[in-house]
Each structure stands twice: as structure tokens, then as C-alpha cells.
């Protein structure tokens, strides 16, 4: 079975950049089936969904972010990656990663979650 | 965007009872709706995939429908681990989005 896990910085400083890893194991990132994902959930809010990254490199990003959001995947150790540039306290949320099903259109695996804290 | 509104916000609601709540989007995204359930300090886990396709192991007391733009998640016979939040999330068009999610409580 699949698992997924975030890790970085619980801080970040304002206009710094927020940078998140997720290893993924019991199944490879290459497989072919699976978009991997990155969402963002502000305390007490919904679910926002950042952007999402295909094996091959191909990627979809929320236009709301996307001036400042990179996602990239590594292969080689089997994990992808979120960068989030010029952040300010908006951007202080519980982030995720989580495996997209391309034969379900869902989120069907999911990290724990990570905290990330904006501020000086 | 599609927005994707959820009604009601919370519910209270006993062990056995039927709970039945709606997810509406802003336009049309035929079925491609899931359902999630997150308890606190949790990830969401997906239940319901293209709007009334249960997930491998999730219980058959929840049930998905609808099309379109509305869409309804029914949990038959409410049991102690179901009290949660519920969201539903468009996967139709980019970027995907969520509804605000809707409280499921004693």
C-alpha cells in the first residue's frame, strides 16, 4: 500500500520560499497511472488544491499561484517536490501531498499533512 | 473557477440516523465529483469517486449521486466513526476545488 510523507521547514519567513519534499513509498512514482498532488488547507477553511505533476514532468497549476508555485519530481528517490515563493502569512496552512488516480479522478492516497508557519 | 457550495454546513444527527447532504456546483462538471471524510488533526480520505463510485474499502452505508451540478452524499445509518467533515471536490475542470466542507456532529 502506498504512503506518502511530507517534510521541510514547519517556519518560513515573509517573501522567503516555503519548500515541501513528499516521499512516497510501497509504489513507484513512475508508474504511469497517478498524478502527483499538492493542496493547502488554512486553519479552519477548505481545501485548496496548488497543483499537480504527471512522471513525465508535466505539470497543472492553480492560476491563483501559479506565478509562484513550482512543483518538480524526482525519480530517482521517488518523491516530488512544492516550492512557493515571496510568501506572506496568507500562506500559513496545514499542506499535503497526495496521489491522483488518472483511472478515478481522485485523490485517493493522501500525506499526513505538514504544518507551515509564516512569520518572523 | 467552479465554485462548489455544500448545504447544510453541519448537521446534528444520533447513531442510525440517515444523513444526506448536497454539494452544488457553480456549473456543470458532469460526474466528475469525489467525496472525502476528515476527521481532525487528519488527511481527508476519499470515499466516493466519479460521484456515486465507492472507494475499495470504505463502508456501503455511504452512497454517492447526482449529475451535473447537483450531487447528494448519503450515509445510510450514521455510525460513532463517522462523525466528521465532509467535503466534496470537482475534478471536471482546472483548477480543481473544493466546498467548505460540512460537520457532521452529535
Known amino acids: 500500500q502506498v504512503q506518502l510523507q511530507e517534510s521541510g521547514p514547519g517556519l518560513v519567513k515573509p517573501s522567503q520560499t516555503l519548500s515541501l519534499t513528499c516521499s512516497v513509498s510501497?509504489?513507484?512514482?513512475?508508474?504511469?497511472?497517478?498524478?502527483w498532488s499538492w493542496m493547502r488547507q488554512p486553519a479552519g477553511k477548505r481545501l485548496e488544491w496548488i497543483g499537480r505533476?504527471?512522471?513525465?514532468?508535466?505539470?497543472n497549476y492553480n492560476p491563483s499561484l501559479k506565478s509562484r508555485v513550482t512543483i518538480s519530481v524526482d525519480t530517482s528517490n521517488n518523491q516530488f517536490s512544492l516550492r512557493l515563493n515571496s510568501v506572506t502569512a496568507a500562506d500559513t496552512a496545514v499542506y499535503y501531498c497526495?496521489?491522483?488516480?488518472?483511472?478515478?479522478?481522485?485523490?485517493?492516497?493522501w500525506g499526513q499533512g505538514t504544518l507551515v508557519t509564516v512569520s518572523s | 473557477d467552479i465554485q462548489m457550495a455544500q448545504s447544510p454546513s453541519s448537521v446534528s444527527a444520533s447513531i442510525g440516523d440517515r444523513v444526506t447532504i448536497t454539494c452544488r456546483a457553480s456549473q456543470g462538471i458532469s460526474s466528475w465529483l469525489a467525496w472525502y471524510q476528515q476527521k481532525p488533526g487528519k488527511a481527508p480520505k476519499l470515499l466516493i469517486f466519479?460521484?456515486?463510485n465507492l472507494q475499495s474499502g470504505v463502508p456501503s452505508r455511504f452512497s454517492g449521486s447526482g449529475s451535473g451540478t447537483d450531487f447528494t452524499l448519503t450515509i445510510s445509518s450514521l455510525q460513532p466513526e463517522d462523525f466528521a467533515t465532509y467535503y466534496c471536490?470537482?475534478?471536471?475542470?482546472?483548477?480543481?476545488?473544493f466546498g467548505p466542507g460540512t460537520k457532521v456532529d452529535l
Open positions: 505533476i504527471f512522471s513525465s514532468g508535466d505539470t
Open positions: 510501497g509504489g513507484s512514482i513512475s508508474s504511469g497511472f497517478y498524478f
Open positions: 497526495a496521489r491522483e488516480s488518472v483511472a478515478v479522478a481522485a485523490l485517493d492516497s
Open positions: 471536490q470537482q475534478s471536471n475542470t482546472f483548477p480543481f476545488t
Open positions: 466519479h460521484a456515486s
